[in-house]
């Protein structure tokens, strides 16, 4: 049973081994595969942060209005289903994030004299209502399966060198490709797992064996998500720009305690930034202690009924929404993204897209204004500058990639994949 939708790929040859007994062997291929791609994507924090933060210095406001748009078409892009669906879905997101205030002139818009909305609409309620409750609804609505719980004995899980020398290579290349995609505008841990897997398996000698208890279909995309999911520090900590919706969720956090991502993030608060780096050495470390030691307890604990676990999943969502705020109007805004993200759901729309939008609204809006503002005016402004010509031209080439026949019809293959 994935507990996240990155882990999905490791659970179809990762079970398979399971069952065939080789439970220890996949668990300790995942942990170290884990350990080993987390700890080069800190490496490529540490290594390359600062050096994209300095470069990010020479950003005006018409590049940051340009790259956050090539971020929403990358998206777009990279989003699972329809793109006409996923494009829907970014302007959804971008008409909710100019509800409340306007910063320049002081007008109320779309808050219908609903005063908790007058500085918009509070982060918290839109992610847990569309992510949160809409997950245990969908939970719910499935009959429970019958479990099979595969325990293994924590000697089990240290095999010998031998049964792990098929994992390396597919490990490495699952880091490289992860690290990669991590940085990349709508990449992340979900998208370099199933890259990794497709990856791996168009190189293989023997396709079939895969789906059937392949330790390759583990080692790469395990390496994969979590290379990825570090690497994806980057762009945020850099240039403010979230490339996925975990790191969306991550930048929303850190305006909630009032700090900014971008380019003066490592030079006014290395703190910050170095502070975050080391806590990803220890995350890796833990994830060893957690993974391997531990797993007993973790496998007790898929015995605890679903009809158990949902209610109090649902009072944590509500305390903490309520405690953000202190208005039971957060909690009505809550019920009704919920109600909402369960209609996109229903209509096959991912909300991953719609959250992109939400955050990088008011940011491209506010850049656009000023460039204006500077500009007085003039639209030119925006290919009068090389890295912002630069960033509209490859924004445009994606554009019409996405329309071309050939090109769509390889991306829904992919996806169907």
Request: neutral net charge; aromatic residues 8%.
């Amino acid at each position: 049973m994935p507990g996240e939708a990155a882990s999905i790929v490791t659970c179809i040859d990762g079970h398979q081994m399971a069952r065939q007994g080789k439970g220890g062997l996949a668990l300790a291929t995942s942990a170290l595969g884990s350990f080993f791609a987390g700890c080069v994507g800190t490496v490529f924090v540490a290594a390359f942060g600062p050096l994209l933060a300095a470069f990010a210095q020479e950003f005006n406001s018409p590049d940051y209005f340009s790259l956050m748009l090539l971020g929403l078409v990358t998206a777009v892009m990279l989003a699972h289903g329809s793109v006409l669906k996923a494009l829907g879905m970014v302007f959804v997101g971008l008409l909710l994030g100019i509800v409340g205030t306007d910063v320049n002139s002081g007008v109320q818009r779309f808050t219908f004299h609903q005063t908790f909305i007058f500085d918009g609409i509070d982060f918290l309620p839109l992610v847990l209502g569309l992510f949160g409750i809409v997950e245990i609804v969908r939970n719910l609505e499935l009959p429970e399966p019958p479990r099979m719980l595969i325990s293994a004995k924590f000697r089990d899980l240290f095999p010998k060198l031998r049964d792990l020398k098929p994992a390396v290579m597919p490990a490495l290349r699952g880091t490289a490709l992860g690290a990669l995609l991590g940085i990349l505008p709508g990449g992340g841990a979900v998208l370099a797992a199933f890259a990794s897997y497709t990856m791996e398996k168009k190189i293989a000698k023997d396709p079939s064996r895969f789906g059937k208890g392949a330790i390759e279909g583990v080692a790469g995309p395990e390496s994969a998500n979590n290379a990825a999911a570090q690497t994806s520090f980057i762009p945020l900590l850099t240039l403010g720009l979230p490339s996925n919706a975990v790191m969306a969720l991550m930048m929303g956090a850190m305006m909630i305690m009032g700090l900014q991502p971008g380019a003066a993030v490592i030079d006014k608060r290395p703190d910050l930034f170095w502070g975050m780096t080391a806590s990803m050495w220890i995350g890796n470390l833990m994830l060893l202690v957690l993974n391997l030691p531990l797993i007993g307890i973790w496998v007790k604990l898929l015995s605890v009924p679903y009809r158990l676990l949902y209610p109090a999943i649902l009072l944590f969502c509500a305390v903490g929404v309520y405690a953000s705020n202190t208005t039971a109007a957060q909690l009505v805004l809550m019920a009704g993204f919920a109600v909402f993200g369960y209609v996109l759901y229903k209509f096959g729309c991912e909300p991953a897209p719609l959250v992109l939008g939400f955050i990088l609204g008011p940011l491209m809006e506010e850049n656009l204004r000023r460039s204006l503002v500077l500009s007085r005016g003039d639209p030119y402004i925006l290919i009068d500058r090389p890295i912002s010509a630069t960033l509209l031209s490859v924004t445009a080439i994606m554009l019409v990639v996405m329309i071309l026949p050939q090109i769509r019809r390889k991306r829904e293959e992919a996806f169907q994949e």
